[in-house]
C-alpha cells in the first residue's frame, strides 16, 4: 500500500533548497540489524545498553565491552543497506544543501551512497586506540584478550560515542547549524530519547522549519512535529521519493 503524502508537503519539498535528516537504528531495523533497544538478544539480553556503551564498563570490563562491538560489527557487516537508505542517498541529489544526521554506527548509510553524511555517534568498524593515538588500521587480534595499540600499547577501542562522553565537535556543531537553518527537518526511526541529538528537531521546529516524523511507533517528539508518518521507514521514504520527483 503506496504511502499517501499530503500535496502541501510535496509542493514545499519542491521548492526548498535546505533539508536536514536524522535517523536512528530504525532505519537499520529492516536491513536486519536490531533497534538499540531491543538489540539485547542472547548473551547480552542479561545486560542494559547503557551498562555496556559507557567508559566506566570498557574501564571494569574491557573484554566484555571489546566482545559486545566485535559481535555487533560481524552483524552490520553482515547487513546490506535496505531501500530506506537507497531512497535517502537519492533524495540527497534533488536539494542544494541536504544534511543527513545518523545516529547510527553501522555505517550503512555511507554503503548506500550518501555523501553529506554526519555520523554523530561514531562508526562501529572504525577502531581506535583508547588513549591519543587516533584511528588504528591494524592491529594483533589475540585470542581472548583486547587487542592493544601499536603504537603506545594502550587498549583498542570502538570508535563510538558511549554515554557520558561528548560527541565529535564537527558533527555536533554542523548537525546544530543545520537543524537551524533548513526548510524541512526528518526525524526518521529513533526514538528521540539520546540527548543531545534528540534536540535537533525541537530546535529546528524552534528555527521555523516545518518538522516530519517518519517512525513505527509514537516517540516524545510525535505530539510536537507538523507531519506523522506511522510505518517502516524503508517503505515510506521510497514512497516520499517517488512522489517528489514524480
Ligand atoms: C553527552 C553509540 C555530554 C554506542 C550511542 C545522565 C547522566 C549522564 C548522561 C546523561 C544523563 N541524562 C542524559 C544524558 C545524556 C546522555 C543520554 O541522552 N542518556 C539517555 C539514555 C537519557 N547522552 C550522552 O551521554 C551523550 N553525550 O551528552 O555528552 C555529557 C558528557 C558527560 C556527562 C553528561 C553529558 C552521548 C550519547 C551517545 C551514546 N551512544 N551509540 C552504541 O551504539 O553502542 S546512543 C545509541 O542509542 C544509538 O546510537 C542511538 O543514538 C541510541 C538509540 O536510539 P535510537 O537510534 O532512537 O534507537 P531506538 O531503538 O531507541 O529506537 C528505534 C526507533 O525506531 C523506535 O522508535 C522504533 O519504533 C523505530 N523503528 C523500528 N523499526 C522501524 C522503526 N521506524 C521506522 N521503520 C522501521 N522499520
Ligand atoms: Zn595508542
Redesign the pocket.
Known amino acids: 500500500m503506496t504511502t499517501k503524502f499530503p500535496l502541501e508537503l510535496i509542493a514545499l519539498l519542491r521548492v526548498s533548497s535546505r533539508v536536514a535528516v536524522l535517523t536512528?537504528?530504525?532505519?537499520s531495523?529492516?536491513s536486519g540489524l536490531r533497534?538499540?533497544?531491543?538489540a539485547q538478544v542472547g548473551i547480552w539480553a542479561q545486560y542494559r545498553?547503557?551498562d555496556?556503551?559507557t567508559p566506566e564498563a570498557f574501564e571494569r570490563t574491557p573484554r566484555l565491552v571489546w566482545d559486545f562491538?566485535a559481535t555487533?560489527r560481524e552483524g552490520a557487516g553482515g547487513a546490506e543497506p535496505n531501500p530506506?537508505h537507497f531512497a535517502l542517498a537519492e533524495m540527497e541529489k534533488h536539494f542544494a544543501k541536504f544534511t543527513l544526521i545518523t545516529?547510527?554506527?553501522d555505517g550503512l548509510h555511507a554503503r548506500a551512497g550518501s555523501q553529506n553524511l554526519l555520523e554523530l555517534?561514531?562508526n562501529l568498524r572504525r577502531i581506535r586506540c583508547s588513549r591519543t593515538c587516533g584511528v588504528v588500521d591494524e592491529w594483533e587480534q589475540l585470542p581472548d584478550v583486547v587487542p592493544t595499540c601499536p603504537r603506545c600499547g594502550a587498549m583498542l577501542r570502538p570508535d563510538?560515542?558511549?554515554?557520558?562522553?561528548?560527541?565529535p565537535q564537527y558533527e555536533l556543531e554542523t548537525a546544530i547549524h543545520a537543524a537551524n537553518t533548513c526548510q524541512i527537518f526528518f526525524s526518521?526511526?529513533?526514538?528521540?530519547?539520546?540527548?543531545?541529538?534528540?534536540s535537533l528537531p525541537v530546535w529546528a521546529k524552534q528555527n521555523g522549519a516545518v518538522v516530519v516524523e517518519?517512525?513505527?511507533?509514537p516517540?516524545p517528539l510525535s505530539n510536537h512535529v507538523d507531519y506523522v508518518f506511522r510505518?517502516?521507514?524503508?517503505e515510506i521514504l521510497p514512497d516520499l521519493l517517488k512522489a517528489l520527483i514524480a
Not at 526518521?188 to 534528540?198: C, F
Not at 510505518?231 to 524503508?234: A, L, P, Q, V
Open positions: 536512528g537504528a530504525g532505519v531495523q529492516e533497534t538499540f533497544r531491543d545498553p547503557e555496556l556503551a562491538y555487533r530506506g545516529q547510527n554506527i555517534h561514531g563510538v560515542v558511549w554515554f557520558g562522553e561528548n560527541l526518521i526511526g529513533t526514538s528521540g530519547l539520546v540527548q543531545p541529538a534528540a517518519i517512525n513505527y511507533d516517540t510505518g517502516k521507514s524503508g
